[in-house]
C-alpha cells in the first residue's frame, strides 16, 4: 500500500478477465453501484488473447480494499484479482502535460524536463507539451514541479503495475 | 441443424427444466413457436414480475432452479424486480429474454432495451447470445452458474435473428469457467480452529442463516446442536433450517427478534454464523453486535466475511461438508449456566401478543395458521407486518417451508411465490400470508393458481393500512400518518378524495370470486380455524379475509441504528 502526501491509502489491484464484450462494464458498474472509488483504471490485451489486464488504483483502507477484490472475484468473468501493493511490484505511468512557456523560463522547464527524464513532444508560441513516463510518484513530483509555471492541460494514463517475482 | 429457438428449449429440457413460467410477445415469438412442442409445462402468467416470483417460489420451495422466458424490453424490465428479488436472497433461477434483432440492437428498435445492461447488478451473471453456436454451451453455464457456489438468477438474453439461425453445435458439457470456481469443502485447518472454539466456549450462540437451507445442510445441523447443546438463533431466510420446536431454538435475532435470540447473542463468548451474511436488520448496530463474542462465520460466499462483522474464524465453504468435518471434531461440554439463563429469556419472554382480547388480531390468525397446519405446510409471504409475525408465530420445523422476500423485501411476492412452491411441489399445503398492501401488487396472478386447480390459501390480513410503514411513522415520526390508509376513511387532508366512500375498496371477497377464486370474509376469532380447515381441504384456491385490528405493531422492536439490547416491548 502506497501513502501519499494527502494521507490516503491507495491499493494498484490488477484483474486479468475474459476479453469479452461487456466485462469492462461489469467492473465499472461493481465498483460505482457498491459506492468504490477508482482512481484510474487501465485497461490492455495480455499475451492470451482471450484474456485482458485491468489495472486500477483505489484508495481505500484495507478492509475497503478486501471486499473490493472480493466482490471482483466473484464475478464471473473475472479470472484472477491480485493486490499488487501486498507485495514487491512495478508501476508506471505516463503523462502529457501542457505548460506555460514564456521566452524567460523555457529553458529552465526544458531543463527540468530533461531532469525527470521527460521529452518535449510539442513546442508552441505560448507553451511546451512534455511527456513523462515513470513510477507514480516520479511523475507526481514533475506534476508539483511545473505547478508554478502553470500547467494548461494535463492527460494521465493511468498507472499500468506488475508485480517484480 | 436446428433453430437457436430449439437449442434453447433443448437445453432447458437436458437441464432437467420441468416447468416454465413466462409470457409470450414479438422477439420471442420464435422461442415460443418450439416450446408449443416442449417436453416441459409452461405456466402463462399474467405479468412478468409474477413469472420470476414464481420461478423464484418454485426454486425456494424445491431447491431445483425456476425458470422464466419474457420478452423484450418491457417483459425484461418487468421482471426485473424479480431478478433483484432472487439475486438478494441467493435463489438459482435462470431467465430466458427475447432481444431485438442483432443489427437493431442500439437503434432504438421496437420494444428494445439494454437488457443485459439493466440486469447486470441485479443477477448472479447475464448473456448477450451473439452467435447461435454458442446457445447451448451459455444455457448450461446459466443452470450451471444459478445453482453452484452462493446461488442467483442469471438471465439469457437471446436476438431475434439468433433464435432463427441455424446450427449444428451441440454442448456436452462440462460447463466450466476458468474464473468461476466455488470453494465447497472448507479449509480443514479453519474446522480445526472453530472445533477448538467450540469446545472452549461456555457461552456459545449458532447463528443459522438461508445457507443452511440451500446446503441442505438442517440434518448436520441437527446433529451439531444435539452433540453440543449449542443454543440455536435461525435468521428470517434461515427459518425450517432448525425446528422450531426444539427446545434450544431461540428464533428468530434482529430488528424484531426474540428477547432470546438478542439477548444471547449479546451475551456470547462465541457466535457460530453458519450461512447467514450478517444483514442490517439482524446485526442492529454493528460496534455493539455480540460484543463479547470470537465469531466464526461459515459461508460459501468469501465477500460475505467480514463484510460488515469482522470474522475471527472464516470458513469459506458449503455448510454441509463442513457441519460433517465438524461433528466428530466437537466434544459434549457441560454449560448448564448458560443454558439456564438462555432457557429463561425462552420462557419469560417470548414471542407474545394480548391473547385475551375479543378483537381479532393478525398475530392471532397466523398462530391459527401454524396450528392447523401443523408447520407441515409452506407459507409464503409478502412484505410487512405480517410477515415478521409469521416469523415470530408461525413455527416451521422443516427446510423449504418458509418463502418469503428477505433482503429486498418485496412486496406482491407472495401470492405468486405460492403459487411457483405449489408448482413445484404438489403434494405439500401451501399458504400465502399476506398483507391488504402487498396483495394487490401482483393480485392478477390468482387466475393462474385458478387455471391449474392450485390449492392454494391465500389469508389476507386487511389491517387498512401499509402496516409496517404505519407503524415506524407512529414510532418515529409523530404519528403523522402519510400515505399509509388504505381504506378510504381516515386519510391526511391532501389524500382525501371526493366523494368520500367509507367503504374498503377493492372488495377482496369479489375480486377473488371474479377470478375464479373461493372468497371468505372474516372478522371473529371463533371463525379462523374452522375457516382455515375448510380452506385447506378445498381442491380449488380459496382467498380469506381478515378484517384484523388496525394499529397493531410488531414488537419487539430495535430501533434503526440501535443495538440488539434496546428492544422496545410496547409504546408507552
Ligand atoms: C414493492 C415495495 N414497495 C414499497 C415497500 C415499502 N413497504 C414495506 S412494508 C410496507 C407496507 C406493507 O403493507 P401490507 O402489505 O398491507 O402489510 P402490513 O405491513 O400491513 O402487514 C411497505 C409499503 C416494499 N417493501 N416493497
Known sequence: MSKHEDGIHRHIITALVENQPGVLARVIGLISGRGYNIESLNVGPTQDPTISRLTMQVPGDDRVLEQVTKQLVKLIDVVKVTDLTQEAFLNRECILVKVAASRENRSEIIELAGVFGGTIVSVQAEALVIQIVGEQDHVGDFMELMKPFRILDVSRSGVIAMAKE | ?572
Not at chain 2, 433443448?10 to 408449443?36: H, I, N, Q, S
Open chain 2, 1 to 572: 441443424m436446428r433453430t437457436g429457438a430449439q437449442c434453447t428449449i433443448d437445453a432447458l429440457a437436458d437441464a432437467g427444466v420441468k416447468t416454465v413460467f413466462g409470457l409470450p410477445g414479438g422477439t420471442v415469438l420464435d422461442l415460443f413457436a418450439r416450446l408449443y412442442h416442449a417436453p416441459f409445462e409452461f405456466i402463462l402468467v399474467r405479468h412478468e414480475q409474477g413469472a420470476a416470483h414464481m420461478a423464484d417460489g418454485y426454486a425456494r420451495a424445491t431447491g431445483r432452479p425456476g425458470c422464466c422466458i419474457v420478452t423484450s424490453g418491457p417483459g425484461a424490465t418487468n421482471a426485473v424486480t424479480g431478478l433483484a428479488t432472487a439475486n438478494m436472497d441467493g435463489i438459482p433461477m435462470v431467465c430466458i429474454s427475447g432481444q431485438v434483432a442483432s443489427h437493431m440492437i442500439g437503434n432504438d428498435a421496437f420494444q428494445e432495451a439494454d437488457t443485459v445492461g439493466i440486469t447486470r447488478a441485479v443477477t448472479k451473471h447475464n448473456y448477450l447470445v451473439k452467435n447461435v453456436d454458442d446457445i447451448p454451451r451459455i444455457i448450461a453455464e446459466a443452470f450451471e452458474i444459478c445453482q453452484s457456489g452462493r446461488p442467483g438468477p442469471v438471465l439469457v438474453d437471446i436476438p431475434k435473428d439468433i433464435q432463427q439461425k441455424k446450427t449444428e453445435a451441440t454442448f456436452s458439457g462440462p460447463a466450466e469457467r476458468r474464473g468461476y470456481k466455488p470453494r465447497y469443502e472448507g479449509a480443514p485447518e479453519q474446522i480445526a480452529a472453530l472445533a477448538k472454539a467450540i469446545n472452549a466456549a461456555r457461552k456459545p450462540v449458532i447463528l443459522a442463516g438461508a445457507g443452511v437451507i440451500h446446503a441442505n445442510a438442517a440434518p448436520e445441523l441437527l446433529a451439531l446442536v444435539e452433540k453440543t447443546q449449542i443454543p440455536v438463533t435461525t435468521t428470517l431466510l434461515g427459518l425450517g433450517g432448525f425446528p422450531d420446536t426444539h427446545p434450544l431454538a431461540l428464533r428468530m435475532p434482529g430488528m424484531h427478534g426474540s428477547v432470546a435470540a438478542n439477548n444471547a447473542i449479546s451475551e456470547c463468548d462465541l457466535l457460530v454464523s453458519i450461512g447467514a451474511r450478517f444483514d442490517d436488520r439482524v446485526t442492529g448496530k454493528v460496534s455493539h453486535f455480540a460484543p463479547h463474542a470470537i465469531k466464526a462465520h461459515i459461508d460459501i460466499d468469501p465477500s460475505a466475511i467480514s463484510k460488515s462483522i469482522r470474522a475471527d474464524i472464516p470458513v469459506v465453504g458449503h455448510a454441509k461438508p463442513i457441519l460433517q468435518a465438524l461433528l466428530p471434531l466437537v466434544e459434549p461440554v457441560d454449560r448448564k449456566a448458560w443454558l439456564a439463563h438462555v432457557a429463561e429469556w425462552q420462557t419469560k419472554q417470548p414471542f407474545d401478543y394480548d391473547r385475551n382480547t375479543p378483537e381479532l388480531l393478525a398475530q392471532y390468525v397466523i398462530e391459527q395458521v401454524s396450528e392447523v397446519t401443523r408447520g407441515e405446510a409452506i407459507i409464503a409471504t409478502d412484505v410487512g407486518q405480517h410477515q415478521m409475525w409469521t416469523a415470530q408465530f408461525c413455527k416451521f420445523v422443516r427446510p423449504r417451508s418458509f418463502v418469503s422476500s428477505g433482503g429486498l423485501g418485496t412486496m406482491g411476492f407472495g401470492l405468486p411465490a405460492a403459487i411457483g412452491a405449489q408448482l413445484g411441489c404438489r403434494d405439500r399445503k401451501v399458504v400465502a400470508i399476506v398483507g391488504d398492501g402487498s396483495i394487490q401488487m401482483n393480485f392478477q396472478e390468482l387466475v393462474v393458481a385458478v387455471e391449474h386447480d392450485l390449492p392454494i390459501v391465500v389469508v389476507i390480513l386487511n389491517n387498512g393500512y401499509l402496516g409496517m410503514v404505519r407503524q415506524w411513522q407512529e414510532m418515529f415520526y409523530k404519528s403523522e400518518y402519510s400515505a399509509v390508509r388504505l381504506a378510504q376513511d381516515g386519510r391526511a387532508a391532501n389524500e382525501r378524495m371526493a366523494p368520500k366512500r367509507p367503504e374498503y375498496r377493492p372488495d377482496f371477497v369479489k375480486l377473488a370470486e371474479a377470478h375464479g377464486a373461493i372468497g371468505m370474509r372474516l372478522t371473529q376469532k371463533q371463525e379462523v380455524a374452522t375457516a382455515l380447515r375448510t380452506a385447506l381441504s378445498s381442491k380449488k384456491p380459496v382467498v380469506i379475509e381478515c378484517i384484523v385490528k388496525p394499529d397493531e405493531n410488531v414488537y419487539p422492536m430495535v430501533p434503526p441504528g440501535a443495538s440488539l439490547t434496546e428492544m422496545i416491548h410496547k409504546l408507552v
